[in-house]
T-cell receptor
């Protein structure tokens, strides 16, 4: 079945640690995205990538980093510079990254800072 | 700034009845796209319906339909014959032509009463 997988489902981090969230898709989509969701709020864009080896910052990129070495994969690293990383993180992909393309979402990763 | 407002934090409806969720948005753009996403307890975002702003005809998908009023910047979602499986958070989202990010509202929690 085609889809988007995210791992792990739950992640715990100690203060000062970097952690990496995995996102993989087998939909043959060119574009991939990372969003953050806080309680009682909608999603906010962290980073997006329209092609391999290229990515752009979204609205809340500070304290995060990404890479796009393969079309299928778009990992997100939450660095120690991110002041309030506890949140739900959702990865998405779309066909080309053009306006109006439907974004399909993965099941998410819940990150908690201890 | 582009904003999306969902004025109803919570709604409830009896099973088999009809419910309408409200969404308004603020933009100076003329070309854009509007979406309704559903987030069930599993927390995976699922596309419900999509509307292109240049189309006057309201989008429909089975029991789901929208009332798109471009001049009023309103994009409400109507769910007919509500089913228990419709219980979820519903998010309205907006994307301007030429942009990649979705701008989300804060969501409406829909409860279906049996």
């Amino acid at each position: 079945d085609g889809g988007i997988t995210q791992s792990p489902k739950y992640l715990f981090r100690k203060e000062g640690q970097n952690v990496t969230l995995s996102c993989e898709q087998n939909l043959n989509h060119d574009a991939m995205y990372w969003y953050r969701q806080d309680p009682g709020q909608g999603l906010r864009l962290i980073y997006y990538s329209q092609i391999v080896n290229d990515f752009q910052k979204g609205d809340i990129a500070e304290g995060y980093s990404v890479s796009r070495e393969k079309k299928e994969s778009f990992p997100l690293t939450v660095t120690s510079a991110q002041k309030n990383p506890t949140a739900f993180y959702l990865c998405a992909s779309s066909t080309s990254g053009g306006s109006g393309d439907t974004q399909y979402f993965g099941p998410g990763t819940r990150l908690t800072v201890l | 700034a582009q904003t999306v407002t969902q004025s109803q934090p919570e709604m409830s409806v009896q099973e088999a009845e009809t419910v309408t969720l409200s969404c308004t948005y603020d933009t100076s753009e003329s070309d854009y796209y509007l979406f309704w996403y559903k987030q069930p307890p599993s927390r995976q975002m699922i596309l419900v319906i999509r509307q292109e702003a240049y189309k006057q005809q309201n989008a429909t998908e089975n029991r789901f339909s929208v009332n798109f009023q471009k001049a009023a910047k309103s994009f409400s979602l109507k769910i007919s014959d509500s089913q228990l499986g419709d219980a979820a958070m519903y998010f309205c989202a907006y994307q301007i032509q030429g942009a990649q990010k979705l701008v989300f509202g804060q969501g409406t929690r829909l409860t279906i009463n049996p």
